[in-house]
């Protein structure tokens, strides 16, 4: 007697095509979440860097003699990742400086804000600093 293969068990090409289909998509998805966390990760580090070019400026502004902080106002300065004036820089900083914050004579606000830009577009908000700053003697 002849033995009968139709009734062989195995996968069909549209079975193989149909797996084929469902592991690519699963794969088209964990690679849109690998490209998500990478733009995130990248944001957070330009946030980060925002952050720490608004504090080393106040830092900075820190050191001023007490006179001299008035002249410390700057609007949209383009700077680099260290807080240098750059043309070609990817921050942008304002510092806003107050006098005689809040009727003291001996008070000075100091407002720093700074935008990171990423791929061309700026961030919606800065990353932002404020202190007081008290005139010793």
């Known amino acids: ?17 149909g797996t084929v ?21 990248k944001r957070a580090e330009y946030a980060y860097t925002a ?21 410390a106002n700057e609007t949209a300065s383009v700077v680099d990742q260290n807080g240098v004036a750059d043309s070609d820089g990817e921050y942008i900083r304002t510092t806003t400086i107050t006098s005689n914050y809040s009727g003291d004579a ?13 791929s061309g577009v700026q961030s919606a908000s800065p990353m932002q600093l404020t202190t007081v700053i008290f005139q010793n003697g």
């Open 106 to 118: 001996a008070l000075t606000q100091v407002d720093v804000q700074v935008w990171y830009i990423l």
């Open 21 to 41: 289909l469902v592991f690519m998509i699963g794969i088209s998805a964990l690679l849109g979440v690998f490209y998500a966390s990478v733009g995130m990760a």
């Open 51 to 71: 952050y720490n070019i608004a504090k080393n400026h106040v830092e900075d502004l820190k050191a001023f003699s007490f006179t001299d902080l008035a002249v």
């Open 1 to 17: 007697m002849h033995k009968n293969t139709c009734g062989e068990t195995g996968a069909t090409l549209v079975e193989v095509i």
